[in-house]
C-alpha cells in the first residue's frame, strides 16, 4: 500500500514535501509545486487512489513522466541509466510501489509506504546531522537517553552512529572511544587507562568470550557505555545477561532515508567543493543503490568522486565514480550545514 509521495529534489536543491492525494479526488502536479524546474509542466501528472493503490498517470507533457522501480532494477548501473530511461517512461496510468522514484524534468518524487513520518517535518540540524522525517525518532531516543544517562546502543550507518555516539559522549563530558575490531590493547587495558564515566564502544560482535568478564565487571561500575553496531543482530552475539546491561536502550537508524540523504549529499557536496554543481542523476543513483550498498560505501564513493572532481577541475558531478575506494580515505565526520 502506498499513501503519498515525498519531493525530494528539484534541479539542484534538496526539499522535503509530502504529497497525498484524497480518496475522492486526484491530485495534480505541476509546475506550481516545483517552479524553478523548467521541464515541468503546469499540469505535469496526477495521482489518484484506486483501491488502497496509487496510481500515477502522465497528462501529456512533452518531457515526460519517468519511473524507476527499485525491486525490479536494484543493481542498475548509471552507464545503464541512459540507454534505460524511455523504458520508464510513463505511456498508461499505472500502479506505484514502495520505492519507486519517480523523475519529471529535474525533480525526483519517491512513492512511500507511509508519509506519516514526514508529516509537518521540516528540515534541521541536530548532533552534527541533516534530519527530517527519518532521524527525528532517533534523535529523540538519543536525548532521552542522555537525559536519563541510560546506556544506549545505536545500530545503523557507522557514520550516523558514530556521531549520535560522540553527542551522547560529549553530552557526558567526553570519554574514551573504543573500536574493538580494531584496537590495539586488551579491553581490560582499553578501560582501565581511561577515568571517564562514559565509553564509545564500537563493533561490540568483535569481542572475544574472555571479555565477557571483563565487560559484565565495568557494567556493574557507574561507566555509561554507547555502542555502536551495523546490525542490532550483532547484538545477538552478546550473552543476553550482559546485553540487558550493556544496551538496556536501542536505537535502529531506518533505513532507507529518503528524505534525508539529498540534504547530506547537498551538504557534502557544499562544504567539500562549493563549486561544483549536483546533477539530478546523482540523487537519483544515490537513492537507488543505497538498496544495495551501504549508506558508509556510497559516502565513500562520493569523497572519492569529489576528491577527483576537484583534481581535475570538473564543474558538474552527475554520478558516483566506479572506483571503490579504501575504507581507510574517506570517511564522514560532522560538516556544517551548506547555508551556513
Given at each position: 500500500m502506498i499513501t503519498g509521495l515525498l519531493a525530494v529534489w528539484s534541479v539542484d536543491t534538496p526539499m522535503l514535501r509530502v504529497l497525498e492525494p484524497l480518496r475522492s479526488r486526484a491530485l495534480v502536479i505541476g509546475r506550481e509545486l516545483f517552479p524553478r524546474d523548467e521541464r515541468v509542466h503546469e499540469r505535469h501528472f496526477e495521482i489518484t487512489r484506486s483501491h488502497d493503490r496509487l496510481v500515477l498517470t502522465d497528462l501529456g507533457s512533452s518531457h515526460g513522466t519517468y519511473v524507476e522501480c527499485i525491486r525490479a532494477r536494484q543493481s542498475l548501473d548509471l552507464d545503464d541509466l541512459d540507454t534505460t530511461f524511455n523504458d520508464r517512461r510513463v505511456r498508461a496510468p499505472r500502479s506505484l510501489e514502495p520505492d519507486d522514484i519517480v523523475r519529471i524534468g529535474n525533480t525526483l518524487l519517491v512513492a512511500v509506504a507511509d508519509v506519516t513520518p514526514y508529516r509537518g517535518r521540516t528540515h534541521t540540524r541536530k548532533y552534527g546531522l541533516d534530519v527530517c522525517g527519518s532521524l527525528h525518532a532517533p534523535c529523540e531516543q538519543?536525548?532521552?537517553?542522555?537525559?536519563?544517562?541510560?546506556?544506549?546502543?545505536?545500530?545503523?550507518?557507522?557514520?550516523?552512529?558514530?556521531?549520535?555516539?560522540?553527542?551522547?559522549?560529549?553530552?557526558?563530558?567526553?570519554?574514551?572511544?573504543?573500536?574493538?575490531?580494531?584496537?590495539?590493547?586488551?579491553?581490560?587495558?582499553?578501560?582501565?587507562?581511561?577515568?571517564?564515566?562514559?565509553?564509545?564502544?564500537?563493533?561490540?560482535?568483535?569481542?572475544?568470550?574472555?571479555?565477557?568478564?571483563?565487560?559484565?565487571?565495568?557494567?556493574?561500575?557507574?561507566?555509561?557505555?554507547?555502542?555502536?553496531?551495523?546490525?542490532?543482530?550483532?547484538?545477538?552475539?552478546?550473552?543476553?545477561?550482559?546485553?540487558?546491561?550493556?544496551?538496556?536502550?536501542?536505537?535502529?537508524?531506518?533505513?532507507?532515508?529518503?528524505?534525508?540523504?539529498?540534504?547530506?549529499?547537498?551538504?557534502?557536496?557544499?562544504?567539500?567543493?562549493?563549486?561544483?554543481?549536483?546533477?539530478?542523476?546523482?540523487?537519483?543513483?544515490?537513492?537507488?543503490?543505497?538498496?544495495?550498498?551501504?549508506?558508509?560505501?556510497?559516502?565513500?564513493?562520493?569523497?572519492?568522486?569529489?576528491?577527483?572532481?576537484?583534481?581535475?577541475?570538473?564543474?558538474?558531478?552527475a554520478g558516483l565514480g566506479r572506483v571503490r575506494p579504501e575504507r581507510t580515505t574517506f570517511r564522514m565526520t560532522s560538516y556544517p550545514a551548506a547555508d551556513d
Amino acid at each position: 500500500m502506498i499513501t503519498g509521495l515525498l519531493a525530494v529534489w528539484s534541479v539542484d536543491t534538496p526539499m522535503l514535501r509530502v504529497l497525498e492525494p484524497l480518496r475522492s479526488r486526484a491530485l495534480v502536479i505541476g509546475r506550481e509545486l516545483f517552479p524553478r524546474d523548467e521541464r515541468v509542466h503546469e499540469r505535469h501528472f496526477e495521482i489518484t487512489r484506486s483501491h488502497d493503490r496509487l496510481v500515477l498517470t502522465d497528462l501529456g507533457s512533452s518531457h515526460g513522466t519517468y519511473v524507476e522501480c527499485i525491486r525490479a532494477r536494484q543493481s542498475l548501473d548509471l552507464d545503464d541509466l541512459d540507454t534505460t530511461f524511455n523504458d520508464r517512461r510513463v505511456r498508461a496510468p499505472r500502479s506505484l510501489e514502495p520505492d519507486d522514484i519517480v523523475r519529471i524534468g529535474n525533480t525526483l518524487l519517491v512513492a512511500v509506504a507511509d508519509v506519516t513520518p514526514y508529516r509537518g517535518r521540516t528540515h534541521t540540524r541536530k548532533y552534527g546531522l541533516d534530519v527530517c522525517g527519518s532521524l527525528h525518532a532517533p534523535c529523540e531516543q538519543l536525548a532521552k537517553a542522555i537525559l536519563d544517562e541510560t546506556s544506549v546502543a545505536i545500530a545503523g550507518p557507522r557514520w550516523v552512529t558514530h556521531l549520535l555516539g560522540s553527542a551522547y559522549l560529549d553530552a557526558r563530558g567526553g570519554g574514551p572511544q573504543i573500536d574493538i575490531a580494531a584496537r590495539t590493547h586488551t579491553l581490560e587495558a582499553a578501560l582501565a587507562a581511561n577515568s571517564s564515566h562514559t565509553v564509545l564502544l564500537e563493533s561490540p560482535n568483535a569481542l572475544l568470550p574472555p571479555e565477557y568478564r571483563t565487560l559484565r565487571n565495568w557494567l556493574e561500575t557507574d561507566v555509561r557505555f554507547i555502542t555502536c553496531m551495523r546490525r542490532g543482530r550483532d547484538l545477538d552475539m552478546i550473552p543476553p545477561e550482559i546485553r540487558r546491561w550493556l544496551a538496556p536502550v536501542v536505537i535502529e537508524i531506518p533505513k532507507p532515508r529518503y528524505d534525508e540523504l539529498p540534504f547530506v549529499i547537498h551538504s557534502v557536496c557544499r562544504y567539500t567543493a562549493e563549486h561544483i554543481s549536483i546533477q539530478t542523476s546523482l540523487i537519483e543513483q544515490f537513492l537507488r543503490q543505497v538498496h544495495d550498498d551501504t549508506e558508509d560505501d556510497l559516502f565513500l564513493r562520493l569523497g572519492e568522486t569529489l576528491r577527483i572532481a576537484k583534481r581535475d577541475g570538473v564543474q558538474s558531478i552527475a554520478g558516483l565514480g566506479r572506483v571503490r575506494p579504501e575504507r581507510t580515505t574517506f570517511r564522514m565526520t560532522s560538516y556544517p550545514a551548506a547555508d551556513d
